[in-house]
Structure formats: C-alpha cells, structure tokens
C-alpha cells in the first residue's frame, strides 16, 4: 500500500509544514535495483578507533573493496571535508575491534563527531567490534558500550541514515565477516538499522561443505552447481518477494504454499523458473513430501516464511485460534525441519526463520502470534550451534517489524500509521526488505553468522 505522508513530505507544502510543525519526514529510501546497486554519495570512509591496529588490514581492505564504493582508509582530512566538493561520505566503517578500555571509546566519537553532518542521505555507519571477553571485565564493558552507543545513533541519524554493530567472536578473521559487511554497506540494507550482528570462525567456507555449491561472487551458485531453495508460504507478498530475491541470484526455487493458493503459487513458480509445491506445511507428512520434491533429496536454502494471525486478546481467545497460529507459525518449523535434518537433506546448507518483532516486544491481541515468533527465536538459537557442528548448517532468523503488505494495509489507519512512523526512518518497510535480509542469510559466503535473530524493522521503537 502507498504511503501517501511519505509523498506529501516531498512535496513544496509538504516539505514547509513538516518543518513548521515538527513532523517525521521520511526519506525516500535508497534499496537495490540494478540501476543503483551500489551506496551514492561519496567514497567508503574506513577508520581506526585505537592507536592499535584493528583487525586484519589486507582482509578488511579486500572485504570493503567488495562493497563497490571509492574506499579511503584512515584518512581524517576526510571526515574533516577538506576533500573534493564538500567532503561528503557515503559510508563510514569504523574499527574498534581493538577497543578494550572505556578510555579508549573516545576514539569512537573523535572518528564520528566531525563527519556525521556530511554523511550522505541513506548512507551508513557501520562499526566492527569484538565480542565482550568474560575473562576481562574492562574490555568487556568497553566493547558493551558499542551496542548502546550505535543503538543511539540510528535514532539521531535521520535523512535515511543506518547504523549497526558488527562483533567479531574469537578466533574470527575479518574475512568471516565479508559477507556482512557487504550487505549492510549497500542498498539491500535499507530498512536495518540498529542491529548488532556477530560472526565466528566456526562453519564451512562457501564451497567446502558437503555437496556445496561454488560462486559466482554474489551469493549465487555457478551454472553447473546450482542452488536449490525451498521457501514456504511463497505465494504472495514476502514469501514472494524472498522466492524471487533467491532465484535472480541463480538458486532453483521450490514455492511452497497451501493448496488453496494453487493459482498463485504456480504462476509465481512459473515466473521464477522454479517449481510450485501446493502443500500444507502443518501436514503430518509434509517433511516427508518435500524429501521426495527434491531432484537429489538434499536442499541449499529453507526458508520458514509460512504464518498466520488469529488476533484476539487472550480472554476472548478461543482454544482453536491459539492452536492454530502456534501450529502453522512454529509447531510446523520445528517438524519440517526435524524431518529434513533427519533425512539428511540439510547439509551445508542455510535455514532461515522467520520471527517478528512481536516476539520480542509483544502486541496486544497477539499473544497467540508473538508466543509462536518468540519461539522461533529459541529454535534458532538453540538448534544453530548443533546444527552447524553436525551438519555444517547455519540457522538464523529475520525479524521483520512494519512491512507494507496486504495485512498491514487492512489495519484500521491510526494504528497503521503508528505502525509506519514507530522507528527510526519514520516509515514502513518493503516485502523485499525482508528478502534482502534472507538473501544475505542464504548466501554460501555468510557461513560464519549461525544463530542470528535480523530484525528488519527501521529500528522500531518497541522491544528491543
């Protein structure tokens, strides 16, 4: 559904009302389109919080040169506006994987403080931290602070801006986290914000796992080893979205939905070049069905996008809609993918969930939903460690807050456009925000992010 505020704040009237009203005026976002693949607006500025060298230089610098933007390393004159123009910067990565003392969180805001004001609009501020050591109490709270710290500034930002947090977990290298830093420094990133993501050392390379495939630099499988995904609830809207983000990036698309959105799902498969699964996932034998859908029973990418609402407030909830939504939203997750591992189906491959800020903050009405979507966070968290130990498998979630579909255009106006201005871009998010972020999860280069819960929410305010 068309955000019309968002087009009026564009406007001559608008533009001059906002302004004398104080009212959010969200920017028009800048996502991926092959027009615009890449961040605008200036060079990649990479600089170091610490005296100490960070992480890697020769793996960081190859890591940023795989953005596609200019990079200028360590170069202050920058920040400064003394370059060409006035200086302006479409990114900013900043190395505190060094960090270990609050003295030296200074670093942090002297590397910052003079070069936010020329951060171009939908430009991005990603920091590389480490994981808090419990054996050192001082490092560990200087590295803590980063998370609030950027948590705070993509509330400041504005214009579009983002802001996240990359940990480096020990023994990692940085070129663990190539992937990551690839996609929140682009336009796919668009609608995340606030996040903090951590990657290891732990988990296959693209390539190496069992029956993996190769790549093409991308994410996407070579002509001869292409990748074969499975993506539930694909008939609309997200489901959509995520099957079509999948196959442009080569993968073969299994497009599983409930027989009653045949029509559909097979003219989505149709387009894709993928194949239609008319399937109710709450099925007994669902797992089993889709082990026979597979060419050579084994599968690249699962993506658990399948799920319903049945809102009522808890007094007024009858026993079948509880059961229902838990059901489909998280009873079938666990089954389907129990099933798969046990078949062996699953096997360097990616799992990726899909969860909702619901679950973290809760909603009236929904306890139903957010019981089920707060436990798919548990499920990821709980199964990624096995998992990848035993199957060289990743597992990780996206939680997506306000996204323009359908369902969300059905609610009453009021809540709907509190639901749109409730976070930090002041705006709501597209189904193919949420693909992106799958996307980025499926990739074979983002082996070492295992038990991630994404949200894909603008920074919402609720929750965490």
Same mark, same amino acid.
């Given at each position: 559904? #068309? ?30 389109? #092959? &027009? ?6 200036? %060079? ?72 936010l004001r020329r951060l171009a609009p939908c430009g991005r501020v990603v920091l590389l931290g480490a994981r808090p050591a419990p054996d050192d109490h001082h490092q560990a709270a200087a590295q803590q602070a980063l998370e609030g710290f950027v948590r705070s500034l993509g509330k400041e930002l504005g214009r579009g801006r983002t802001a996240n947090l990359v940990r480096l977990a020990p023994p990692a290298r940085v070129d663990s986290a ?141 026993a079948d809609r509880w059961a229902g939504v838990l059901d489909v939203n998280l009873a079938s997750v666990l089954r389907t993918t129990d099933h798969l591992l046990a078949a062996g189906a699953l096997r360097g491959s990616r799992v990726v969930a899909t969860a909702s800020i619901a679950g973290i903050a809760g909603n009236v009405g929904q306890t139903n939903y957010a019981a089920s979507k707060a436990g798919v966070i548990g499920f990821v ?22 996204? &323009? ?25 597209? %189904? ?10 499926? &990739? ?21």
């Open positions: 559904m #068309a955000d019309r505020y968002l087009r009026w704040t564009h406007t001559g009237p608008g533009r001059f009302l906002t302004r004398r009203l104080g009212l959010p005026r969200p920017e028009v976002l800048h996502r991926w389109t #092959a &027009e615009r693949p890449t961040l605008e607006g200036g %060079p990649l500025l990479h600089l170091t919080a610490t005296a100490t060298e960070g992480c890697g230089r020769k793996e960081l610098r190859e890591a940023l040169d795989g953005c596609g933007l200019p990079v200028v390393h360590g170069r202050t004159d920058v920040a400064h506006g003394r370059t060409d123009g006035e200086g302006r910067v479409a990114a900013v990565l900043v190395d505190a994987t060094a960090l270990g003392t609050v003295a030296e969180l200074s670093g942090v805001h002297a590397s910052l403080h003079p070069l190539a992937s990551t830093l690839r996609f929140l420094l682009s336009p796919r990133s668009a609608f995340v914000s606030g996040q903090v993501i951590e990657v290891t050392a732990e988990g296959h390379a693209p390539g190496t796992a069992d029956g993996g495939t190769t790549e093409n630099g991308d994410g996407s499988g070579s002509g001869e080893g292409r990748r074969l995904a499975l993506v539930t609830g694909a008939a609309r809207g997200i489901g959509e979205q995520i099957a079509g983000r999948l196959a442009r990036e080569g993968a073969h698309v299994l497009c599983l939905d409930v027989e009653q959105a045949a029509d559909d799902l097979t003219r989505v498969a149709d387009r894709l070049g993928g194949t239609a699964l008319p399937l109710d996932i709450t099925a007994g034998d669902a797992g089993a069905r889709i082990v026979e859908a597979l060419p050579d029973g084994r599968l690249d990418v699962l993506v658990h996008n399948a799920g319903i609402t049945r809102d009522r407030r808890l007094v007024n909830m009858p968290r709980a199964l990624a460690p096995r998992a990848r130990a035993e199957h060289a498998t990743t597992v990780n979630a996206v939680a997506p807050g306000f996204i &323009e579909t359908k369902m969300t255009a059905a609610v009453p106006f009021v809540i709907r456009e509190a639901g749109r201005r409730m976070n930090s871009l002041s705006q709501g998010g597209q %189904p193919l925000d949420v693909a992106e972020t799958v996307a980025w999860l499926a &990739e074979p280069a983002s082996h070492a992010v295992n038990g991630q819960t994404v949200r894909v929410c603008g920074q919402s305010l609720l929750g965490a």
